[in-house]
Structures are given as C-alpha cells and as structure tokens.
Nanobody
Framework: VQLVESGGGLVQPGGSLRLSCAASGFTFTSYILGWFRQAPGKEREFVAAIRPTGVTTYYADSVKGRFFISRDDAKNTVSLQMTSLKAEDTATYYC????????????????WGQGTQVTVSS
C-alpha cells in the first residue's frame, strides 16, 4: 500500500491550493480516504474524508465551506481543493486510508502518506 501526496507549497492568505494523493497497492474503491493535518506542536487533526464513489463527504467544522474533497476512482486519486486559506491552515497535510468506523479519528486509519507542507503566509 502506498499513498503519495503532492501539491503543497507557500500561498498567501485568501489564496487557494490543490492537494493530490495518489494511491496504489490496494482496491481503491473499497475504502474511505481521508485528509488530516498536523501543525508544529499540535496533534494531528481531521480535515476531510470521502466515501467510495464520492457521493458522501465529511469535513471538519474549521474547513467546511472552504475545502472540498474529491476522488477519481478510475485514477486512484483523492484531492483536496483548499480555498480562502488562512494562516491557521498552515500544517503538514496527510492522506490516509480508513479501516475503522470513526471517520474523524486518526486511529481508525492504517496507511498514511509522507505528508505535504502547506504554508499560508504573506
């Protein structure tokens, strides 16, 4: 199993960024995929998740209406479109595969990518 994130970088407040996660080594369409983030000195926190087919999505309250998760089951990719970025969105963002029942709990995810850094600063 492999998850590889890309798309991070430096962006000004109010800007947008799109993260992508390429998955391999498992049946992509059988799993919920999620995005988490971790800022320095803070715990890893849930950002968003998406069920197979993409019909059902989940968001943290802090990003609802600004971030949008999507997936392409034909290409085995999951993306996170981030808009209206704020300084507090600065963190390393991780893609992960859910195996448990709690979508918002990082303990219910078994495989993680290496992370991609997002820095929101002027």
């Amino acid at each position: 199993v492999q998850l590889v994130e890309s798309g991070g970088g430096l962006v000004q407040p109010g800007g947008s960024l799109r993260l992508s996660c390429a998955a391999s080594g498992f049946t992509f369409t059988s799993y919920i995929l999620g995005w988490f983030r971790q800022a320095p000195g803070k715990e890893r926190e849930f950002v968003a998740a998406i069920r197979p087919t993409g019909v059902t999505t989940y968001y943290a309250d802090s990003v609802k209406g600004r971030f949008f998760i999507s997936r392409d089951d034909a290409k085995n990719t999951v993306s996170l479109q981030m808009t209206s970025l704020k300084a507090e969105d600065t963190a390393t963002y991780y893609c992960a595969r859910r195996v448990g029942s709690n979508t918002r709990d990082s303990n219910d995810y078994d495989y993680w990518g290496q992370g991609t850094q997002v820095t929101v600063s002027s």
